[in-house]
């Protein structure tokens, strides 16, 4: 296969939403084939980049914060720093827009940012790696937070340069095989980085060692250097002529007010829906995940156990209901899968509820993780298509930042009184309680799915 959708002059255009539904179905065979395009391929390996801070500042350091006794009401507050991705929409018109100097004219406008963000994610883990939170918590809290937005950061570069690549029609192949990179990473900074800490560790020392963490976190930092060679490989998406600002005031009106303005425009009074529809989406899924690696430390499982079967098989799992749900979306449409993708998110949240109740047990486990793994990854195929689908390619990173921006913005601020939740009602509770705000959704998607503006093919 040729690299024509990405670096020649006949790039495809991404249609406007719904025009796609005129196209042909593809057979099974051309559905499939997509994945192996340069293209798709190359996604892979920038969603690895994309996808490997962000357990580092979640999950993983939870687990880290956990073990060196940082209470889990504390934890709880600390997933806080996530809103970093729930705000990256503030700053997206300028990754959008502005030129870095010197970096910019050598790599282009999407390969220099997505080089920069790097670089600060990269630093920031080396600094968190020499910090102890037992010691001094506040230094750590900085450096997530420096990670948190280097990466949020990369991530609005990197959704552009994404949609930029390809046409509508290929969207949710490319959201799969960014998902597949992405899940990789978060095998790597999930297990690799726990088994990388317990193989630190000092035999018949404490339980407690922050020269393990140490170690895990510095193999994470010089991870990220994959991404820096793929970014300085890759080619980049077709230029777009920026039409020459008059002052400063009409460079603020087409970089922060028209790309809003645009998408008002466009869907009108179906936008309150749209928006409704991705702020509530992803809400079952986020609340609960910050407290689900201090539930395996309660639990009893150890390091080991916690690496392999939720960081290694559930990825796995994820992956495959990702490449499911890509096809699925091709093949029968976005919204079917949407809908599919929340119904099985908040049910799976049901079965942690009844994990709890089996103490040590790692079948079930193994089972629980399977259902929920492979239900996120219908979902989230199926949901980046659609946001993608959202887009107007002269606006795509200010765009695509304020859809991204807008999943994470409630779910995270609600998800930062999850220990505290904990603490009063117990795990069992919590579990139920997630699933039951998983129901609005379905709510939504039905509505969606009668707007003509609101629904893509």
């Keep these: 296969m040729s690299d024509k959708i990405l670096s020649s002059s006949s790039v495809a255009t991404p249609l406007p939403p719904g025009a796609d539904a005129a196209l042909p179905t593809p057979g ?5 084939q997509v994945y192996l395009e340069p293209a798709t391929l190359r996604m892979a390996l920038l969603g690895f980049s994309a996808g490997l801070p962000l357990l580092l500042v979640f999950g993983t350091l939870s687990f880290w914060l956990r073990e060196a006794g940082i209470d889990r009401t504390t934890i709880g507050y600390l997933s806080w720093v996530g809103l970093a991705y729930g705000f990256k929409w503030a700053w997206a018109p300028l990754v959008d827009r502005l030129p870095i100097p010197l970096l910019t004219r050598w790599l282009g406008r999407r390969r220099s940012w997505l080089l920069l963000s790097q670089a600060v994610i990269i630093a920031a883990l080396v600094l968190m790696a020499m910090t102890d939170p037992k010691v001094a918590l506040t230094p750590v809290v900085w450096c997530a937070l420096a990670v948190a937005f280097g990466s949020a950061t990369q991530d609005i570069a990197l959704d552009a340069y994404r949609i930029e690549s ?3 029609q290929r969207q949710a192949a490319l959201a799969a095989s960014y998902q597949t990179g992405y899940r990789l990473a978060m095998i790597w900074s999930g297990a690799g980085a726990l088994w990388i ?3 630190a560790e000092v035999a018949g020392a404490a339980l407690y060692q922050h020269g393990a963490w140490q170690a895990a976190y510095l193999a994470m930092a010089a991870s ?3 991404g820096v060679v793929t970014v300085l490989c890759a080619p980049e998406p077709q230029r777009r002529e920026l039409p020459p600002s008059k ?3 009409d460079w603020l009106q087409s970089a922060l007010v028209e790309p809003f303005a645009d998408f008002l425009r466009r869907y009108g009074k179906h936008a309150v829906l749209i928006l409704a529809l991705i702020a509530l989406y992803r809400i079952s899924d986020v609340v609960m995940g910050i407290m689900a690696n201090p539930f395996y430390v309660d639990m009893g499982y150890t390091k080991d156990e916690v690496a392999t079967v939720t960081k290694v098989y559930g990825v796995v799992m994820t992956l495959v209901g990702a490449f499911a749900g890509g096809a699925l ?10 809908m599919l993708g929340a119904v099985l998110s908040a049910a799976s949240n049901l079965l942690f509820a ?3 109740t089996r103490g040590h047990d790692v079948a079930a486990l193994v089972f ?4 929920d793994n492979l239900s996120s990854g219908i979902a989230s195929a199926a949901f980046i298509a659609y946001l993608s689908s959202l887009t107007n390619i002269n606006y795509s990173a200010t765009q695509y930042a304020l859809f991204s921006s807008m999943m994470l913005l409630l779910p995270k601020a609600l998800a930062g009184y999850s220990g505290r939740y904990v603490d009063a009602f117990g795990y069992s509770n919590f579990f139920i309680a997630t699933a039951l705000l998983g129901l609005p959704v379905l709510l939504l998607i039905g509505l969606a799915s009668r707007s003509k503006k609101a629904v893509v093919q």
């Design 329 to 338: 979306a091709m093949r029968f449409g976005v919204m079917k899968v949407l």
């Design 28 to 32: 099974w065979r051309a559905v499939w």
């Design 197 to 199: 800490a317990a193989r």
């Design 354 to 356: 009844w994990l709890g």
């Design 224 to 226: 990220m250097l994959l």
């Design 166 to 168: 390809a046409d509508t």
């Design 368 to 371: 629980v993780i399977s259902a």
């Design 247 to 249: 002052n400063a005031a």
